[in-house]
């Protein structure tokens, strides 16, 4: 261990940092508290966003002689995990504005499009014009994988663009037109210090964990394999897993665990940005049973979300447990994780919304398992029905389908 002490001479002309103050500063199982109550699963991401949180917090309160670092954060996970989600939570909490954008919507500086000052645009632009406030606040950058495989024939350079968003986590001073949060001739010119802004990136990092798997396996010696979390799913070309393992075709996230920056460097991301991103945390599929506690668990669920607008007709829902478990079936099947269950709830609602505000049941109305059956199955048919039409215009060259032949009646 080597040990950097101070001469008394270096020590008396250094300044000495202020006593920090804990009595105002959420503890890390305090911030671990908070986002139990938003967030579902995730158990390990939430202790490693609390720690995050925690000495982000003791950063800015920091007066003292040794540069702390920033330490930004990469959120990895399947659509649908919460990630969006976390960041908001993590900005409540904080009590800072938070923006949230899409990497995909970025062009490099000089090009038609939103470059990435745009964001700092809009977090000016949250924080009212309050400069010192949108300089503590949270963006949220997500598919930040997309800037990988860009199609080069568009003229956008994916490198220009990761180089961009490197000098922002770095933490530069970017000069912005106030007044209206808005880029324009009106306003007066403000100057917007990076450095204590909290960089969220994220995205879901499809085939990630095939290099981390691959990089684990050359580690070893000859004839010594690594055992791969999900090894029972079979997947097709499309990605999509044929059976086993709950978490759907994501499998369970052990292999994302152990990324290492080399890993996101392999895929495509520079170097120098991984280097900025020092907080990788992963993120795994939800199960069915983590869908199941999303719909009923979270202070704003989507089942007390319908329950509120039905009781402003003054129709009092109930779920059955059962129903509830078909909804978080349908929802795991998709694949698209918590996104997916606000759609097969519309599905399960439309009709209720449409015909009880009509005539509202004088006892509270259930939900019923047979009730989301049959809704679900009979859009399915619908669907298939559909698709049917389609293949057969297409067979036909377009146009409408064949008509029923005389003697079928």
């Known amino acids: 261990m080597i040990r950097i002490e101070r001469s008394s001479k270096e020590s008396s002309s250094a300044p000495s940092a202020r006593p920090f103050d804990r009595s105002d500063i959420l503890l890390p199982s305090e911030i671990h508290q908070l986002i139990e109550r938003e967030i579902i699963g995730q158990d ?12 982000h917090i003791k950063r800015l309160h920091y007066t003292g002689p040794v540069q702390i670092e920033k330490s930004n954060i990469l959120l990895i996970g399947p659509s ?3 990630k969006t989600l976390l960041a908001r939570t993590l900005a409540r909490i904080l009590g800072v504005p938070c923006v949230a954008g899409s990497a995909t919507s970025l062009t490099e500086a000089g090009y038609v499009g939103d470059d990435v000052e745009s964001l700092l645009v809009r977090l000016l632009q949250k924080a009212d014009d309050d400069v010192e406030l949108a300089q503590r606040g949270v963006l949220f950058i997500d598919e930040i994988d997309k800037l990988i495989g860009r199609n080069p024939m568009e003229g956008v350079s994916t490198t220009g663009v990761q180089a961009d968003l490197l000098k922002l986590l770095e933490g530069v001073e970017v000069e912005l037109v106030s007044g209206r949060g808005a880029k324009s001739d009106r306003g007066e010119t403000v100057t917007m210090d990076t450095s204590q802004i909290l960089f969220i990136c994220a995205g879901a990092f499809t085939g990630l964990s095939d290099i981390v798997q691959r990089r684990r396996q050359s580690a070893l010696p000859v004839g010594h394999s ?15 897993a044929r059976r086993g393992d709950d978490r759907g075709r994501y499998g369970s996230g052990d292999d994302l665990r152990m990324t290492a920056p080399s890993d996101l460097i392999e895929f ?3 170097s120098e940005l991984v280097g900025r991103l020092p907080v990788i945390v992963p993120l795994a599929a939800l199960s069915r049973i983590e869908l199941k506690r999303v719909l009923v668990e979270p202070a704003s669920g989507l089942v007390r ?7 402003m007709d003054g129709i009092d829902l109930i779920f059955e447990e059962s129903a509830l478990d078909g909804i978080a079936h349908a929802a795991f099947k998709e694949g698209g994780g918590a996104r997916s269950l606000r759609r097969v709830m519309e599905e399960v609602m439309l009709d209720l919304m449409f015909d009880l505000p009509s005539c509202p049941p004088s006892e509270p109305f259930q939900v019923t398992a047979s009730r989301v059956e049959e809704t679900l199955d009979g859009k399915v ?6 698709r049917g039409r389609r293949m057969g215009m297409s067979v036909l060259g377009g146009g409408e389908p064949p008509p029923e032949s005389e003697e079928a009646h």
């Open 381 to 386: 048919a619908v669907r298939a029905r559909k």
């Open 44 to 55: 390990d991401a939430k202790r490693a966003l609390s720690v995050a949180l925690y000495n």
């Open 226 to 240: 690594v055992p791969r979390s999900g090894s029972r799913l079979k997947r097709t070309p499309s990605g999509r």
């Open 305 to 311: 979300q319908y329950q509120e607008l039905m009781r």
């Open 268 to 270: 495509g991301l520079l």
């Open 80 to 82: 649908g995990c919460g």
